[in-house]
C-alpha cells in the first residue's frame, strides 16, 4: 500500500500568507518577511 505525501503549504502565523521554503527547515513568508525554522517545526508545520 502506497503512503500518500501531503505537499502542504505552512501558512504564515502573522499574516496567513503561504510561506516559501527557502532551505530545509527553513520557511520565509514573501507578504511580511516572517521566518520559520527548524525550532519551529511541529508548532506551525
Known sequence: M???QKN???????C????VAIQCCHLRCN?????L?????GNFW
Do not use: A, R, V
Not at 31 to 35: D, K
Not at 37 to 41: A, G, I
Open 2 to 4: 502506497k503512503q500518500e
Open 8 to 14: 502542504e503549504i505552512p501558512i504564515c502565523p502573522i
Open 16 to 19: 496567513q500568507n503561504e510561506m
Open 31 to 35: 507578504n511580511c518577511g516572517s521566518e
Open 37 to 41: 525554522t527548524c525550532s519551529d517545526k
